[in-house]
């Protein structure tokens, strides 16, 4: 083994989270990547598959922007779909709704 600078505490810390955080029945795991690229701020994203649970969903916007934050806002994430905004914040601490494309990801089981 070799050196570890972890406490007994730390190292059962850490084995606690995995074992909190895992996904159960791994062989079961489905990852669905897609992209939105309609002019919609707001919309829902269908998934390809259906999955068994409520997925864990993943956004990221595809914006190069330096002076302007945007950011994609999910919400009722059901097996099926999910909701989504997109808002922006200028420079001047102004939120707007805006069109900006994104990538998703989903994951979670499937039967």
Same mark, same amino acid.
């Given at each position: ?6 406490? %007994? !505490?730390?190292? +059962?810390? *850490?084995?606690k989270n995995l074992?909190?955080? *895992? ?11 897609? &992209?939105?690229?309609? $002019? ?5 994203? !269908?998934?390809?598959?259906? =999955?068994? @649970? ?8 595809? +914006?190069?922007?330096?002076?302007? /934050? ?8 059901? $097996? *099926?779909? =999910? /909701? =989504?905004?997109?808002? &922006?914040?200028?420079n001047t601490g102004?939120? @707007? ?5 994104? =990538?998703? %990801? ?6």
């Amino acid at each position: 083994m070799t050196n570890c600078n972890f406490t %007994t !505490n730390e190292v +059962d810390t *850490k084995l606690k989270n995995l074992e909190t955080n *895992k996904i159960e029945s791994a062989g079961n795991l489905h990852i669905e990547r897609g &992209q939105k690229t309609s $002019s919609d701020a707001t919309g829902t994203i !269908n998934f390809t598959t259906d =999955f068994t @649970s409520t997925p864990f969903v993943f956004c990221q916007v595809e +914006d190069d922007s330096t002076s302007i /934050l945007k950011t994609i806002t999910v919400s009722s994430v059901t $097996s *099926k779909r =999910f /909701l =989504f905004t997109c808002i &922006q914040v200028d420079n001047t601490g102004t939120v @707007s709704l805006v069109s900006s494309p994104f =990538f998703y %990801t989903a994951i979670g089981e499937i039967a």
